[in-house]
């Protein structure tokens, strides 16, 4: 699985992309596979893997070689050759949880996931611009360790700490096995497609190499917060090129408010209501997310810090 967790695609208010006009999970299944068909993904007997933009052409970020979409069967060789399978497993061992553990657990996932990772767009745009952002994300983190490093640990350790914890942390590291079953169900309740599972372990499978710094095969406190301030810096230029319309690299006025909105929205379609309680701690978040004090403008890195804030609201 090698990264896949909560950043599984843009953030809540990504939600633009998906053409949510009614609610209900079972809604959501069924455009996804209305989607699929259109697309006219081949039948498989497993999830139809994700078709690479780039593919054949040459790339800054295959070190000059023709850049070559990650391969779908996950046997890399190193020590995460089983964990799609791992991945599929917990997809299948989550069904048998006791009723009483699942829905408290469930609800966390859920609510966090609409905020951290929502469910992806079938649609190629969003498919095509999360990917090549998340592109550029990782060249920079690969070509500029130390200024991404102080990017991402600028944001402070609170920001990162409640999922590290809740992935399995509490023991300073996050295993693989811990990844994979954090991975599937996040993903599993928020109704991710397979296709776009596959698309982001693909991506971090290509990746893992960049935040795994000592090689060890998991993620350590520091590891973690590359891994997951990456992802969140890609979800946030995501969010910048659907909104931006001036291109100035920022969102403000009517751009902050069609995502606010979004975001309303979003929450709406999954039919979960946000109490006087937490509205406060989302507006807490966002505060603390603004570096320049100016609450009516939004620059990527303030997205991205408002990502993290407003997810570890729903697990708290």
Request: aromatic share 14%; charged share 15%.
């Amino acid at each position: 699985m090698k990264l896949a967790f909560f950043f599984n695609a843009v953030a809540l208010a990504q939600e633009v992309f998906e053409e949510t006009t009614t609610t209900g999970f079972e809604e959501r299944k069924r455009k996804n596979n209305a989607q699929k068909n259109k697309n006219n993904y081949a039948p498989t007997t497993t999830a139809a893997p994700y078709v690479d933009p780039y593919a054949g052409q040459d790339s800054q970020y295959s070190n000059g070689d023709a850049y070559q979409a990650p391969a779908n069967n996950y046997n890399d060789g190193g020590s995460y050759d089983n964990n799609y399978q791992a991945h599929q497993s917990a997809q299948h061992n989550q069904k048998n949880l006791k009723s009483s553990q699942k829905i408290q657990k469930n609800r966390n996932m859920k609510l966090f996931g609409l905020v951290a990772a929502a469910a992806a767009s079938p649609l190629q745009w969003a498919s095509n611009t999360w990917w090549n952002e998340a592109l550029n994300v990782y060249d920079f983190a690969a070509n500029n360790p130390a200024a991404f490093s102080e990017a991402v640990n600028s944001v402070g350790n609170a920001s990162y700490r409640p999922s590290f914890n809740y992935c399995g942390g509490n023991d300073g590291v996050v295993s693989p096995q811990e990844l994979t079953v954090c991975a599937a169900d996040i993903a599993n309740y928020v109704g991710m497609s397979s296709e776009h599972q596959n698309f982001v372990y693909n991506f971090a499978s290509k990746y893992w190499s960049v935040v795994d710094t000592d090689a060890n095969g998991a993620l350590d406190f520091e590891e973690y917060k590359l891994a997951i301030g990456a992802f969140a810096a890609t979800n946030a230029r995501v969010i910048i090129e659907a909104y931006d319309n001036n291109g100035d690299g920022q969102l403000s006025g009517s751009e902050l408010t069609a995502w606010k909105n979004q975001a309303v929205t979003a929450f709406s379609n999954w039919d979960w209501s946000v109490d006087g309680q937490t509205f406060a701690a989302l507006q807490a978040a966002y505060a603390n997310a603004q570096t320049d004090g100016d609450w009516n403008t939004c620059s990527m890195l303030e997205i991205a810090r408002f990502q993290l804030n407003a997810g570890n609201v729903f697990l708290q």
